[in-house]
């Protein structure tokens, strides 16, 4: 009840309301729209001004011709290269129904918590079938790691077409898992027909999905349980997958990455060797940056530099070794028999989805639960079946240890969650987010504020300088929501420039290597920051939503 609470109320606080029954222009809406009216493009007509360019997948294409973004262009229509798995189960069914859209985040809502649901359940078979006697308050303890300790609750930051299919992905490989292992508990044949079935929607979300459902196809045949019932109906989910991309692109294994729109570097999956190791250090390594004020624990932004080729696609991210550090647990869960068969799925499933992953050269948090899910539950699984053949003092330590890697785990992917990719929880919701700040906050200096009064008198020469050399002189809040005040030089050019949240304002200042007083001040009542230089004002700018603590004030 607690992770659903917390599901639900996480894909709403940015500001993501469940919209019921009004057409919505959610990709998966648009989608299911086309299913429903008897093709295969999105019900989204391409603007004429697009089709008539030379190249219309042309990343520089004008910013007034609207397009898709990251959809894909062919013979003159919309498709989207995310899989159709989630229009199919989830979106189309709705549609039929209520003939209404169905919101976006609601689907991630369901899928993750669906998905969450399948995990629990698929350690508590391991520890039925293992005979494991842990104790509630430890059961407990790791529901929540599975809930919480997975990068779940970043991805429910912002729900959009990637994050549905991403969640629609996860939903289905934890419910393959869940039946395989009733598969190798129950002697009925409906187990291993669900698990192929859910293997297969998996693929029909995530395509590199395959890779999980390829192991527990091995799985099924060393063991020699059932192997038919579990191929047929993922073989046949497989053949309706080529089918369908026949029909759109004339080819069964394209997917339409090729004829995305897209910006540069991105659409294109080409694995490569030299993407491994920047690939281990993003998704694996990259610490968390930790600060003093709410939440404590943030994305680096821009991401932290590390020897990558130039077209590699990074974004923030935080490493899955700080998200869920009981993952080396994972190991014990390989080798504990007791678990049974399919606990050899969950870690070579998610140490290939990984390897795979970081050859590709795209890097970004979200991608973390295509692996992450499947480790945790193998890791937790694995102290599980450690802490239930301890005893004494030995198995109070590996309680001790399981449990302060657990509670790291989760503050560290509530933080992250809370801060999000653009944190849109600050952008959108300032007056919510101090709120929650101020209960974690005793102290005032590291307490944020709300559009504070805030003033700086600052001394400094305006004088020519390189070009583009950047000279900080008045700085309040965080990154991306902060307020900036500099100088910057373009042509020898000193440039007074005020900015908040991506927007700018500047002036051209008169070069003079006399110090000159600048003064900033903030008007909460006006909303707007007032700039004087040389005892004139030369600044005004509109800044809506300024939130900081008196540490994050940086005068020069």
């Known amino acids: 009840m607690l992770t659903g609470c917390y599901y639900e109320w996480g894909v709403r606080a940015t500001g993501t309301e469940f919209q019921w029954r009004t057409e919505l222009p959610g990709y998966y809406d648009l989608l299911a729209r086309g299913f429903a009216n008897g093709h295969l493009y999105v019900a989204y007509d391409p603007d004429p001004r697009l089709l008539a360019l030379p190249n219309p997948l042309d990343p520089n294409i004008p910013q007034d011709i609207p397009k898709m973004f990251d959809a894909v262009l062919y013979n003159r229509h919309f498709y989207l290269y995310h899989g159709a798995g989630p229009a199919i189960m989830l979106f189309l069914p709705w549609r039929l129904i209520v003939q209404h859209d169905l919101p976006e985040g609601f689907a991630v809502f369901l899928f993750c918590f669906g998905g969450y649901l399948f995990a629990a359940l698929t350690l508590t078979t391991f520890l039925r079938v293992g005979q494991i006697r842990i104790g509630a308050a430890l059961y407990g303890l790791m529901l929540l790691a599975l809930g919480f300790c997975t990068s779940i609750p970043f991805l429910l930051n912002r729900t959009m077409v990637y994050e549905v299919a991403i969640a629609g992905g996860y939903f289905c490989v934890a419910g393959g898992f869940y039946f395989l292992a009733k598969m190798f508990a129950s002697p009925s044949p409906l187990w291993p027909i669900a698990s192929g079935l859910t ?133 014990v869960g390989l080798f504990a028999r007791r678990l049974g068969p399919a606990r050899w799925t969950l870690v070579l499933s998610g140490c290939s989805i990984f390897v795979f992953l970081i050859f590709t050269g795209l890097s970004t948090q979200r991608y973390e639960v295509d692996f992450l899910p499947w480790l945790a539950l ?179």
């Open 199 to 331: 293997f297969g929607l998996a693929v029909a979300c995530r395509p590199h999905m395959v890779i999980a459902g390829g192991f527990a196809l091995l799985t099924v045949a060393i063991a020699k349980r059932r192997t038919l019932a579990f191929l047929a109906p993922f073989a046949a989910v497989g053949l309706l997958i080529a089918a369908y991309n026949f029909a759109r692109f004339g080819n069964p294994m394209e997917f339409g990455l090729k004829y995305q729109i897209t910006g540069p570097f991105q659409g294109q999956v080409h694995p490569r060797l030299v993407n491994a190791l920047p690939g281990i250090h993003y998704m694996l390594l990259t610490r968390p940056v930790f600060t003093k004020v709410f939440p404590w624990a943030l994305l680096e932004w821009p991401p932290p530099d590390f020897p990558r080729p130039p077209e590699y696609f990074i974004e923030p991210i935080i490493g899955a070794i700080f998200l869920a550090p009981f993952l080396p647990g994972a190991i």
């Open 378 to 556: 193998a890791a937790a699984a694995g102290f599980a079946a450690l802490i239930g053949r301890s005893a004494g003092v030995a198995r109070w330590t590996v309680c001790a240890i399981f449990a302060a890697a657990v509670v790291f785990g989760i503050f560290i992917n509530v933080a992250m969650a809370i801060s999000g990719p653009f944190d849109d929880l600050m952008k959108n919701k300032p007056a919510r987010y101090v709120a929650i700040a101020g209960w974690f906050s005793p102290f005032e200096v590291y307490r944020p504020v709300l559009n504070p009064p805030l003033s700086a008198d600052i001394v400094a020469p305006i004088a020519q300088k390189p070009d583009h050399l950047r000279e900080d002189l008045f700085l309040a809040g965080r990154q991306l929501c902060r307020y900036e005040l500099f100088l910057d030089h373009l042509d020898g050019q000193p440039v007074l420039v005020s900015r908040f949240c991506g927007s700018d304002v500047s002036k051209k200042m008169t070069p003079d290597d006399k110090p000159a007083l600048i003064q900033a001040r903030y008007s909460p009542e006006l909303r707007e920051m007032m700039v004087r230089a040389r005892g004139e004002e030369v600044l005004r700018q509109k800044v809506e939503g300024l939130i900081t603590a008196p540490a994050q004030v940086v005068r020069r």
